[in-house]
Each structure stands twice: as C-alpha cells, then as structure tokens.
C-alpha cells in the first residue's frame, strides 16, 4: 500500500475494515437508556463498571475485548448466524 511516498508492505495478512453504521436495534426501551454506539464507545473517557455489546461485527468484538481488558464487566450478544 502507498501512502504519499512512503510505501507500506505487510507481513503476514492485510485487513481491510471499510466502515459500517451504527444501528440500534428495535427493542422496547433500549432509546431511552440512551445507547451508546461506536462513537460513544471509542470516545469515552471513563470504563463503565458493565456493559452489554449488541452484535457481533469487527466493532462489536473489538469494543467487548477492549472494555473486558480495561476491567469491565461484560456480556456479549450477537444474532448473527455462523457457518
């Protein structure tokens, strides 16, 4: 990959993560707790004690590992079916 002049080679895999939209599923009440999405939780200043993450994207896994790391509780929930 070249980046201005400087050309970058990888090692062993490359991986390409071309955006997504954050959603918030259709469940009574969820909009009223006031969801964060992928914005709100790559910018948060403080861990919560707990969190539950919805789906099971690159994001969602990212987000789950990251805030497990720092210390929080955390339940993971995804609907996707894998093969």
Do not use: C, F, K
């Not at 009440?29 to 969801?35: E, Q």
Request: charged fraction near 15%.
């Amino acid at each position: 990959m070249s980046v201005g002049d400087q050309r970058y080679a990888a090692r062993s895999a490359v991986i390409v993560a071309v955006g997504s939209t954050a959603a918030i599923p259709p469940i009574e009440g969820l909009s009223d707790a006031r969801p964060w999405t992928s914005h709100e939780v790559t910018t948060a200043r403080e861990s919560p004690a707990g969190l539950i993450v919805l789906g099971g994207v690159v994001v969602g896994v990212e987000m789950a590992e990251a805030y497990s790391e720092l210390g929080a509780s955390v339940w993971h929930s995804s609907s996707q079916n894998r093969q």
